[in-house]
C-alpha cells in the first residue's frame, strides 16, 4: 500500500492538485486519497489490485495527456 501511497502523492505533487481532485478525477471518489491514508483514527482503506490497476492506469494517462499537451 506504501508505494501507491508514494505515487499517489508524487503525482499529487506534480499536477497541483489536492487530494480530492485526485480522488474524484481517478475513481470519482473524493475520499479515496485520506482514506488510504486511514485518516481520521481510522483503519486504513483496502485498495483491491484491480482499483490499484485503474488509478495507476488514470495516472499513466493524464501524464501521457500532460506530456502530449505541454
Given amino acids: 500500500m506504501a508505494d501507491i501511497l ?3 502523492a508524487a503525482f499529487i ?3 497541483n492538485l489536492s487530494e480530492s481532485q485526485f480522488g474524484i ?3 470519482n471518489d473524493k475520499n479515496l486519497v485520506p482514506q488510504l491514508k ?3 483514527g481510522k483503519r ?3 485498495l483491491w489490485p484491480e482499483t490499484e490497476t485503474k488509478v495507476r492506469d488514470w495516472m499513466a494517462q493524464a501524464a ?3 506530456s502530449a499537451a505541454a
Avoid: M, N, S
Fill in 25 to 27: 478525477l481517478a475513481l
Fill in 38 to 40: 486511514g485518516e481520521g
Fill in 64 to 66: 501521457a495527456e500532460r
Fill in 44 to 46: 486504513p482503506r483496502r
Fill in 6 to 8: 508514494t505515487d499517489i
Fill in 13 to 15: 505533487t506534480d499536477h
